[in-house]
Each structure stands twice: as structure tokens, then as C-alpha cells.
């Protein structure tokens, strides 16, 4: 009896941490996928454009919007690295998961961050995302899908040494991102999901 | 000398009885059996309700879960089955339960299914996203290649020089995951149908059939189809998917679907 103040008070607390992670844990995923780009750019100097004299190359990544089920492409610069398409590959995927820059819907959870990626000589291209690429994916065929090729599209559209393109998630294989469309052996794009023009 | 010849005779004699007795009795108990004799023959069709206990799919804006509406939908599918075809239903799933997606395959196919329907709830990144939609295993070109060389190489005489026994059943693995790959067009049909019915039932604008590489299709070895009945991220498809009528004209329509299908096509 004596320690019910206390024991009250620690209640009241844990009670508090419980609805807060609660907070947290309901308010995560599918709000922030629908923000799209993060705009991280701007953490860039300015200066950085006009040091840097290596070439450039446009390439076309895959965003969505609300009128069509088809990718929209948008062109973003890369620096150019002709003599490895490992190092293009990265700067494809970097600047997809940073989302679009003209307001059109990014597949990727905005939390994802690039691990590795690096294409073989046969002409498959490995994309090692961290963890949350599959746990704050909003599941569901469609948006699994939309991720899906929005990653294979955009490698292998962009450079023509990718065949196909194995995800992997934290460095292992999974089944799924989650729980409908099969990841576990490299996937060929699909060129058709793009809209034309 | 006579005797130790003959008394080994005898005792094999009356095992060869013994063992021919087996299978007589066996006959004689199916036919004076009390159940029909129509419900041995009775064939399966398997419902999967998608996800299932910590595997809730995708969520709605107003925390409806894609596990929850999809196994509604399939207790309803079954009903309908059971009231007016001769099948039996067996389900990958009756309850809230996890059920990986290997073992609803294997549901399939250690019931000899005629065919496999699993029913599913959609959401995309797009929330304008509508309709329902009927799908059919896509067996992309890797998968082809994969196949014929787990093929070449198993008919090759060096097979077991070559391929050392763990690599072995990995190979066995791969082919087994591919089972659908056989029923690819039975499926295409399947889906064909259903998606019919769904169309003219919801009233929509008229809607193909459509192909992905779901990972619990692969290796059913049957026909098979994955039916998305909405969209859980289109606030207004998530308010309808709740809707115990909207519920019932989806499985009345997949119902009518798969009965087309098997009155066309009774053999699998």
C-alpha cells in the first residue's frame, strides 16, 4: 500500500509508452510512401555541379501517377561511368528511392536505403535494399508490382547490359516483399508496364 | 527329407493367401461400404484465403486487413460450392492462422485439386486504383530457361557425375516450384471466366485477365487463378470490401466463373 503512488505513477508511464509506440507503429508506412521524394538534394553544396567535370548521362526512371497503371518516366542526370555499369546501377537506384523530382509517386518506401548493386557478366544486375524496403512496403499484388518494376524497368531501360535484376533485401533472397510477388530468382523487365511517348 | 520340403511350402502358400485375401477384403469393404459410392469419387477444389495471422497483406486507411475480407469471401465461395456442386472444398486456411505459402501449394496438391483459387484483396501505390481483377501465373522466360536446363540436365548420362546429390534436389526444388507452368493455359481459361462474371456482376468496364509471378502459384500443379476482388487503398473499395453484400455478388460471381469452367472442362 504503501509504494501505490509509485506503482501508480509507473503504471501511468508505461501506459504512455504503449499508446505512443502504438502511435508510431499505426502511423508508419503508407502515408509516407504517398509523399514520394524527400527532397535530400538540397543537403547537396551548390558548388558540387561546378567542381565536379565528370561526364553526365540522362537516364529515365520509374515513377506512377494517379491517372494510369502505366510508368511515367522521368529523366534524371547520373555521372556517366561507361567502363562499369555497377557504379551506374547505383546511381540509377539512389536516385529512384529519392523519389520524384515533379510530383509523381514513388513504389519505394522513402526509408529504403541502398545497400549494394552491382551487375555480372551475364548481365544480371543485384539490388541489396536495406530492411525497410520490404517492411514498410504497404503489400498488396498491385504496389508490389509497381516496386518490383520500378527497380527492374529502371536498371535495365537505362543500361543495356541488364538482362535481368535480383532483389535482395538486407543481403539475403526473400520469397516475397509481401507475401505475393515472387522475388526469389531474378526478374527480366517489362517493358510494356512504361507508358509510351 | 519330405517333410522339411512340404512344411515350407505350406507356410508360403498361406501367406500368398493371406496377402491375396488383403486386397479381396478391401473390395468387398468399398462396396458394402455405408458411404456412396459417388463420394470417393467426389473431387477437391481448393480455396486459399490470402495471408493470415501475423501476415495481415495490405491495410486499408480505416484498418480494414486484406486476411480478414479475403477469408469471409472464400467461407462464402465454399458455401456456395457445397450447396450446389459436387466437389468438395478444402481450404488452405479456416481460421486467423499464418500458413506459408509453400504449404498452400502443397494443400493443393496433396488433395489431387482440380483447381486452386486463391483470393486475394489488392492495393497499389495509387489510390485511385479500382476493380477487381483475376490473375494467372506468369511464367516468365528465366523460369522457361531454368526449366529445360533442369530438364537437359537431368537426361544427360552424366547427370550423377556431374551433379552431386545435394544439387540434386535442388534441381528437383526448382522443377517442383515450377508445377504450374504445365497448367499455365487451363489457368489462362480459368481466369477467363471468372473474370467475366466478375465484370458483368460489379459492373466493370471491361477488364482482361492478367499475369504475375505470384510465389503460392507456382507450384500448384492444377489449374489455378489469384482473385483480387478490389482495391483495400481505394477508400471507397475499402468501405465496400466490408459490405457483406459486396462480399456475397464476389463469391456468387467467382462461383458461377468456376462452374463454367468445370462444366467445360472436367478433367484437369
Known amino acids: 500500500m504503501l509504494k501505490s503512488p509509485r506503482t501508480a505513477l509507473l503504471l501511468a508511464l508505461a501506459a504512455a509508452a504503449v499508446g505512443l509506440a502504438l502511435f508510431f507503429f499505426l502511423s508508419d508506412n503508407r502515408e509516407s510512401i504517398r509523399k514520394g521524394g524527400r527532397g535530400t538534394e538540397a543537403s547537396v553544396p551548390e558548388n558540387a555541379e561546378e567542381t565536379d567535370a565528370r561526364p553526365k548521362r540522362i537516364v529515365k526512371l520509374m515513377f506512377l501517377n494517379e491517372d494510369g497503371e502505366a510508368f511515367i518516366p522521368e529523366e534524371r542526370e547520373i555521372t556517366a561511368d561507361e567502363t562499369s555499369p555497377s557504379v551506374e546501377a547505383r546511381e540509377i537506384v539512389a536516385e529512384l528511392i529519392q523519389g520524384s523530382k515533379t510530383g509523381l509517386l514513388s513504389a519505394i518506401p522513402p526509408e529504403t536505403r541502398l545497400i549494394q548493386a552491382y551487375v ?60 505475393h510477388i515472387a522475388i526469389n530468382r531474378p526478374i527480366p523487365p517489362d517493358f510494356t508496364l512504361i507508358a509510351r511517348n | 527329407m519330405a517333410d522339411s520340403s512340404v512344411r515350407p511350402h505350406i507356410k508360403s502358400a498361406a501367406f500368398i493367401q493371406a496377402f491375396l485375401l488383403v486386397p479381396v477384403l478391401a473390395a468387398l469393404l468399398s462396396v458394402f461400404s455405408p458411404l456412396p459410392a459417388s463420394a470417393a469419387a467426389l473431387r ?83 489510390k485511385k486504383a479500382h476493380g477487381a481483377e483475376t490473375f494467372f501465373m506468369n511464367v516468365n522466360a528465366s523460369d522457361e530457361e531454368t526449366r529445360k536446363l533442369a530438364y537437359l540436365e537431368n537426361t544427360s548420362d552424366q547427370l550423377d557425375a556431374k551433379i552431386a546429390d545435394e544439387d540434386q534436389d535442388e534441381v528437383k526444388m526448382i522443377l517442383w516450384d515450377m508445377a504450374q507452368t504445365a497448367y499455365v493455359r487451363q489457368s489462362s481459361r480459368l481466369a477467363e471466366m471468372i473474370q467475366q462474371e466478375l465484370n458483368q456482376a460489379l459492373r466493370l468496364e471491361n477488364r482482361g485477365i492478367k499475369q504475375a509471378g505470384f510465389k503460392v502459384l507456382q507450384g500448384v500443379a492444377c489449374p489455378a487463378v489469384l482473385v483480387e476482388i478490389a482495391f483495400i487503398s481505394n477508400p471507397d473499395e475499402e468501405r465496400r470490401l466490408s459490405d457483406e453484400a459486396f462480399q456475397n455478388q464476389v463469391a456468387e460471381a467467382i462461383f458461377r466463373g468456376l462452374s463454367q469452367y468445370l462444366k467445360l472442362y472436367p478433367q484437369k
Open chain 1, 120 to 179: 555480372t557478366k551475364d548481365g544480371t544486375a543485384y539490388v541489396d535494399f536495406s530492411r525497410e524496403f520490404a517492411e514498410k512496403h504497404p503489400s498488396g499484388t498491385s504496389a508490389e508490382m509497381e516496386t518490383i518494376y520500378a527497380v527492374v524497368d529502371s536498371l535495365a531501360y537505362n543500361l543495356t547490359s541488364v538482362k535481368k535484376v535480383c532483389l535482395l533485401v538486407d543481403g539475403e533472397e526473400r520469397e516475397t516483399l509481401a507475401g
Open chain 2, 44 to 126: 477437391n477444389i481448393v480455396i486459399d484465403p490470402g495471408h493470415g495471422g501475423l501476415y495481415t497483406g495490405a491495410k486499408g486507411k480505416f484498418g480494414s486487413l486484406e486476411k480478414d475480407i479475403t477469408l469471409s469471401v472464400s467461407l462464402k465461395l465454399r458455401t456456395l460450392i457445397e450447396r450446389s456442386m459436387s466437389y468438395r472444398v478444402v481450404m488452405t486456411r479456416e481460421k486467423d492462422l499464418d500458413v506459408s505459402l509453400e504449404n498452400r501449394a502443397a494443400v493443393a496438391n496433396n488433395n489431387d485439386a482440380q483447381v486452386f483459387v486463391s483470393i486475394h484483396v489488392n492495393g497499389s501505390v495509387r
